[in-house]
């Protein structure tokens, strides 16, 4: 952003059942394949208090193909059916020593999901296919009006969009089968 603008997050999250028909919609309506399909691994920090939750906000240490990037998100708020939060992100050059740093900080790692992630642009939008261990999702960032036409480009529903973070739905799922892990990770084999 430049002139001053605070970095935003703007988005939708729809769930899915079918990421194929979504790829060939997307094929269809002239989109950009940006990033092949990758694992994230993505961890939350708070202090004991949960001050940071509490608040609404979201301190994630990201994870993926040796990458890393720290982020921080401020609370969200909805306008229109659409998510908007401040979110503030850098790279980071040894995801270990960052977590040290947290750590040191009086902060520790509270959840951690994983996804795999497909990346796609269109309509000024980013695009991104997500499969988790508790279903897949598309997740549209973008300006308000391009979300729109994206989620209509794709034939989605936008009244299915649902506000939670990953770390919300898996928490809303615990409660329903609290056997569920503490994480929101992949079964190993």
Same mark, same amino acid.
């Given at each position: 952003?430049?002139?001053?603008? %605070?970095?935003?997050?703007?988005?939708?999250?729809?769930?899915?059942? !079918?990421?194929? *028909?979504i790829?060939?919609?997307?094929?269809?309506?002239?989109?950009?394949?940006?990033?092949?399909?990758?694992?994230?691994?993505?961890?939350?920090? !708070?202090?004991?208090?949960?001050?940071?939750s509490?608040?609404?906000?979201? &301190?994630? &240490?990201?994870?993926? !193909?040796?990458?890393?990037? =720290?982020? #921080?998100?401020?609370?969200?708020?909805?306008?229109?059916?659409?998510?908007? %939060?401040?979110?503030?992100?850098?790279?980071?050059?040894?995801?270990?020593?960052?977590?040290?740093?947290?750590?040191?900080?009086?902060?520790?790692?509270?959840? %951690?999901y994983?996804?795999?992630?497909?990346?796609?642009?269109? &309509?000024?939008?980013?695009? *991104?296919?997500?499969?988790?261990?508790?279903?897949?999702?598309?997740?549209?960032e973008? !300006?308000?009006?391009?979300?729109?036409?994206?989620?209509?480009?794709?034939?989605?529903?936008?009244?299915?969009?649902?506000?939670?973070?990953?770390?919300?739905?898996?928490a &809303?799922?615990r409660?329903?089968?609290?056997? =569920?892990?503490?994480?929101?990770? #992949?079964?190993? %084999?």
């Amino acid at each position: 952003m430049t002139g001053g603008a %605070r970095p935003e997050e703007i988005e939708v999250k729809l769930p899915v059942t !079918d990421l194929d *028909a979504i790829r060939r919609r997307l094929g269809e309506a002239g989109a950009s394949h940006t990033r092949a399909r990758h694992a994230e691994s993505n961890d939350l920090y !708070d202090d004991a208090g949960g001050r940071l939750s509490g608040a609404g906000c979201a &301190l994630r &240490l990201r994870r993926v !193909d040796g990458e890393s990037w =720290l982020t #921080f998100k401020g609370p969200a708020r909805f306008e229109q059916g659409v998510k908007t %939060r401040e979110e503030r992100e850098t790279t980071v050059g040894d995801a270990g020593e960052a977590e040290a740093i947290l750590l040191r900080m009086g902060l520790s790692r509270r959840f %951690r999901y994983e996804k795999r992630r497909e990346e796609w642009r269109l &309509l000024g939008c980013a695009i *991104a296919l997500d499969e988790t261990p508790i279903g897949d999702f598309v997740e549209v960032e973008g !300006d308000p009006a391009g979300i729109r036409k994206v989620v209509a480009a794709l034939e989605l529903d936008f009244a299915s969009a649902i506000p939670y973070s990953y770390a919300r739905l898996y928490a &809303l799922k615990r409660k329903e089968n609290p056997s =569920l892990p503490h994480d929101m990770v #992949f079964e190993r %084999r």
